[in-house]
């Protein structure tokens, strides 16, 4: 097995194999444009706050400068031009909340790759984690969620995010 190294020295633990649920975003035809809009800020507001109790367990346990990128996630959660495109594709294309949502975010996706720059790469990244986060809550699929491992562990994961 081949893998990265996150932290520094030699662990030793319970390997826990994370394996996040792929999730399928299809386009569907909504006719009440109002309930899929109230569907995306429920999610959006359990989201941020899912998130910030990430944030708060960080800085207790890691540090400011770590938590720091909570604090990111939720500014980008709060982003008033991601919530209007959002919302203003669902009523101009009568279509769910997941797929409007799946659109905006691949849109600013594309834009950040699209830059020569580590710093947009990563804020591509910070926005895929976001996008997976408030999906999952949409979609009501139940994660593991590795902030609540009281013993030590070892995770193995094709895709470790900061969530």
Known sequence: MKGLGVSPGIGIGKVLIFNETEMQVE???????????????????????????HRELTLERLGKSEADI????IMILEDPEI????TERIKAEEVNAEYAFSEVVDHYISI?????????????????DVFRTVLRIMMNIKSTDLMQIDEK?????????PS
């Open 153 to 161: 562990s070892i995770i193995v994961s094709k895709e470790l995010t």
């Open 70 to 73: 909570f604090s990111a996630h």
């Open 83 to 86: 919530i209007s495109a959002v």
């Open 112 to 128: 950040f790759n699209s830059v020569e720059d580590e710093y947009f790469k990563a804020k591509s990244d910070d926005l895929k």
């Open 27 to 53: 386009r569907k035809k909504v006719l009440d444009t109002k309930l899929e809009i109230e569907r995306f800020n429920s999610a959006r507001s359990k989201a941020v706050l899912e998130i910030d109790r």
